[in-house]
């Protein structure tokens, strides 16, 4: 793929919080809207999930990819939506074979459907689905440093008019939620300030999160934690895009990288 003149893109982090994200309005999701008017197109979208984790690296291939309802309970407006964006098979296939030139194993799979960590933010983001998609796995075994390194392998390609997005959630502990408070979970809140603090100012000490006292407390597993690295590896200097907490302790904030 050549490089185009187009300015570059940049790399984001979205916290996607609860699947009603796709259903709703608020300033989550005007924040988002606001994103995908204002950059230029993507040519397509790499995106990483906290809801495709694998045992090893694999990058989809599927050309026409389902909208995957992977959660019950909700109501069935949420059940019903579609988010009809086509795949990418070429380009993923690519990135398949240059990792692997470079030493990366990676596989590309070519049946993975789009989880709620891919159209519920982009349901917002680019509401008519005409931007193909090209999902990245999180391994099991990677860490924050791994991904921040595997979103540097993908960096150049925010110069193709390519937007690499790392989607998670700043905070999720979802024993702490509480559907409909107005309340905010001060611990959540202290620890994405703290974050968001080594992002601008050290980020080795940002890898090193979990040097943060009690942080399990605030993410009880990693996996909605680590595409913000994802992001960050491909993108480098943060700005806040959008801060706000949902459900008393969703850290809902989307961050950018250039």
């Known amino acids: 793929m050549g490089l185009s003149n187009a300015a570059k893109l940049p790399a984001l982090f979205i916290s996607h919080g609860a699947p ?21 197109k993507p040519r397509a979208i790499v995106i990483m999930s906290a809801h495709w984790t694998s045992s090893k ?3 989809s291939s599927n050309p026409q990819p389902k909208t995957w309802h992977d959660f019950s309970g909700f109501d069935r407006q949420l059940h019903e939506l579609q988010y009809p964006a086509v795949g990418h098979a070429t380009l993923a296939e690519s990135l398949v074979q ?27 983001l680019y509401p008519q689905a005409d931007v193909p998609i090209v999902q990245v796995s999180l391994p099991q075994h990677y860490d924050s ?6 979103g540097a392998q993908f960096a150049r390609l925010r110069e193709e008019q390519i937007l ?10 979802l024993q702490a ?4 408070a107005d309340s905010i979970d001060k611990t959540a809140k202290d620890f994405k300030l703290w974050l968001l603090q080594q992002l601008k ?23 909605h934690l ?29 961050y950018r990288f250039d």
């Open 177 to 180: 939620m509480r559907w409909d």
């Open 201 to 223: 100012s050290d980020i080795p000490a940002a890898l090193d999160w979990q040097q943060y006292p009690n942080y399990k407390s605030i993410h009880p597993s990693d996996e």
């Open 145 to 150: 440093v791994a991904c921040y390194q595997l």
């Open 98 to 124: 240059q990792l692997n030139a470079r030493g990366i194993n990676a596989v590309a799979n070519p049946l993975r459907v789009s989880d709620h960590g891919v159209w519920s933010p982009l349901c917002h």
């Open 20 to 40: 009603t994200l796709a259903i709703e309005q608020s300033a989550t999701t005007s924040a988002l809207a606001r994103i995908g008017q204002n950059l230029p």
């Open 164 to 173: 690499i997005i790392g989607s998670g959630n700043i905070t999720h502990n």
């Open 57 to 59: 690296l694999e990058i």
């Open 226 to 254: 680590l595409p913000l690295f994802f992001a960050l590896g491909a993108g480098q200097r943060v700005s806040v895009v959008h801060q706000s907490m949902a459900h008393h302790s969703l850290g809902m904030d989307i």
